[in-house]
């Protein structure tokens, strides 16, 4: 009797270990054999932040997940990278395109291969893709240049805006809608320019706009900028000993963390790159699963708990913003 | 041994070029360590196939670079004006040029334009280059400056994109398993080889590469020729062009920009003299497949491209460094046998001066 009991209760523990070890085995082996692949644009300290938070993934999931780089931003590289993992048959590929409608044919052949592909910053071939992953709603990131530059300048006087470039979508979206809500908040501002300023991605060229605008308008009060070169205005207007006039800037800590600490730019604006490829591998993880990606659905990372989708496109809010205070916290 | 000019066969086509020799090792080298590391991975029929799709648009290229290099030049405009003709083409692809085409015609048009315009701008470079006796390098400077601009000024900036189906269904048509656009390179490598090694015109190419004065002195008009030879890269850089717009079904300024530089290694590796005169189209070959073989290791391998870069460097410096102590080996190997003649008359190659 208490034999039977020994060896029954023997077996039971052996028959409850080997199903345990059998289904984690199974669980595991299942996350370790996906594979998910981020394709980057090149190699700046923007896309080695992106990479802190895909290893960040690693860990979390264990799944195999890794970043591949292109040597330079020509979009051929990345065209090359993305054939050469199709035929390793990876089982999802990641990718912030140089040229988005460049890589429509090399998506297409891996997406026939049953490879899911999931993009980041490229709204505009959502069509083409498994889902596209954004940081927020251009509207909504634009809003914030203008309430920031009407609570910098208190709501009254002249105010330029500068864009890339006319023909770059995304600044012309988060341009229309900071003119928009500083026309509906701050009705005593006033833009000098029915037209966006180019700084056409130049620190030069953002300098000696800048320089002719003060010029030609020496009551003006305040900048945003739309690119990554408010540094430059900051600078100018520093050289003009005009630092009475704001600035508010798209920003990169790597280049504008001088002039946040002096307060020569007085918000900058931006998105972490690590949490942004966190949540876009994340989303591609979730589709290998055969999981759907939909609106509530959470990308664990921060600014991507609670996504909206429309149109093949994964909206998070994740937008942020520097100030002298937390401006040393960052490091792309 | 002594026959070596007289009669050549496939295997001493390779095994007279110390350049070929060096360049086979590596190439047979890398396989092994391909085959033994990734296996499947590396071999497998996909793998093979895309690498095939991958290699032509900048092969084309090469080849081009190729030509300016054995007339003792460089040609920097080559990716400018791929990207400005497979511009052109796609503005009468998606019909907003010359409207009305029905669409085969328009194919016809777009292919014929680009390889045409391509062809002129070549042509442009030449006579720049010979009219002026300025430096290749820095008149292809300005025209892949020019070339670009013109690009930018009717796309400003953009992708054109749109083709007709048909057009982009021969970036990814296979005959059999191997993809037509691979085909076609390999034809326009064997004809070039042809025209270059067995042809009255390639002789004179070579010698004037090697010695533009002796050249000129017996005979050979090296206006004509260094025409002719930017010409030649500029068809190249169309068939480039309209290979790239019809795998990406998109045209914009910009693309491949990485190849120009790419090009340069492969031609060094593949053992073109960079002062002209010397080299075969095949080590273009055996280099590209080489490039290509590497370049999906890398990916299996996860490289930074730090590291990729590291590697080509090192590549370069191997391939170099065989390439001058592999003609002493076999030199000295070869003394004994060789009781009569001067090795010089052995070693070298049609039109090749031997200075190693």
Known sequence: MKATLVKSVLAAGVALSVAATG????????????????????SDPWFDDMTLGIEQLKQDLGINV????????????????????????????????????????????????????????????????????????????????????GEAMGGEGQYAGFVGGLTMTTHMAWYNAAVKLIEEKYPKMEN????????????????????????????I?????CSVHGSAIAQALKDKKRTDVKVVSLALPSTSANYLKDGSIYKGLAWRPADAGYATCYAAYKLVKGEAVESGTDLKAEGYKDVKVEDGIAYGFAPLVFTADNITDYKF | ?????????????????????????????????????????????????????????????????????????????????????????????????????????????????????????????????????????????????LYSGIGMALTGGRSV??????????????????????????????????????????????????????????????FRMNVATFTAIGFLAGLSGLTIIMRVNSAKVGYG??????????????????????????????????????????????????????????????VLGLTRDGRRLLNALRAPFIKNKTLTDKDSNPGEADNG
């Open chain 1, 66 to 149: 890794y970043v591949q780089t292109p040597v330079s931003g020509d979009p051929s590289q990345q065209i090359a990278i993305m054939e050469n993992l199709i035929s390793q048959k990876v089982d999802a590929i990641c990718v912030v395109p140089n040229d988005p409608q460049a890589l429509i044919p090399t998506i297409k052949k891996a997406r026939d291969a049953g490879i899911k592909v999931v993009t980041h910053e490229a709204p505009d071939i959502a069509a083409s893709v498994d889902l596209d992953v954004e940081a927020f709603r251009s509207e909504d990131f634009g809003k914030l240049y203008g309430e920031f530059l």
């Open chain 1, 221 to 225: 009060k305040g900048f945003f900028d």
């Open chain 2, 161 to 222: 994109v749109g083709f007709p189906d048909s057009f982009t269904a021969g970036g990814i048509a296979c005959l059999g398993e191997v993809p037509v656009i691979f085909i076609a390179f390999v034809i326009v490598m064997v004809l070039m080889a042809i025209l270059l090694e067995r042809t009255g015109g390639g002789r004179r190419l070579y010698l004037f590469g090697g010695n533009p004065v002796a050249a000129l002195f017996s005979g050979i008009n090296n």
């Open chain 1, 23 to 42: 289904s984690t085995a199974a669980y595991a082996a299942a996350d370790e054999d996906i594979t998910v692949v981020m394709i980057v644009k090149q």
């Open chain 1, 192 to 219: 000098i320019s029915s037209e966006p300023y180019e700084d056409k991605n130049s620190l030069d060229q953002a300098y000696s706009r800048t320089t002719e605008i003060l010029k030609a308008y020496p009551k």
């Open chain 2, 1 to 145: 041994m002594s026959k070596i000019n007289a009669t050549p066969t496939p295997i001493n086509y390779i095994t007279g070029d110390a350049n070929l020799n060096a360049l086979l090792s590596v190439f047979v080298l890398t396989a092994l360590i391909c085959a033994l590391a990734f296996g499947d991975a590396m071999y497998s029929g996909a793998n093979l196939q895309s690498m095939a799709f991958q290699i032509p648009e900048f092969g084309f290229v090469a080849l081009g670079m190729m030509l300016a290099f054995l007339v003792g030049g460089i040609d920097l405009s080559i990716t400018a004006n791929a990207c400005l003709s497979g511009i052109v083409a796609g503005f009468i692809l998606t019909g907003s040029w010359l409207p009305g085409l029905d669409e085969g015609m328009r194919i016809a048009v777009a292919v014929v334009t680009a390889l045409g315009l391509s062809t002129l701008m070549g042509l442009f470079n030449g006579l720049i280059i010979a009219c002026f006796a300025v430096s290749s390098l820095i008149a292809t400077l300005g025209t892949m400056t």
């Open chain 2, 257 to 318: 920009d990485a190849y120009v530089f790419q090009s340069l290694i492969v031609c060094v590796i593949a053992g073109i003299h960079p002062a002209g005169g010397r080299g075969k189209v095949i080590g273009i070959g055996i280099t590209t497949l080489l490039m290509q073989m590497a370049a999906s290791a890398f990916t299996i391998l996860q490289l930074s491209p730090y590291t990729t870069k590291l590697i080509w460097g090192l590549m370069l410096v191997l």
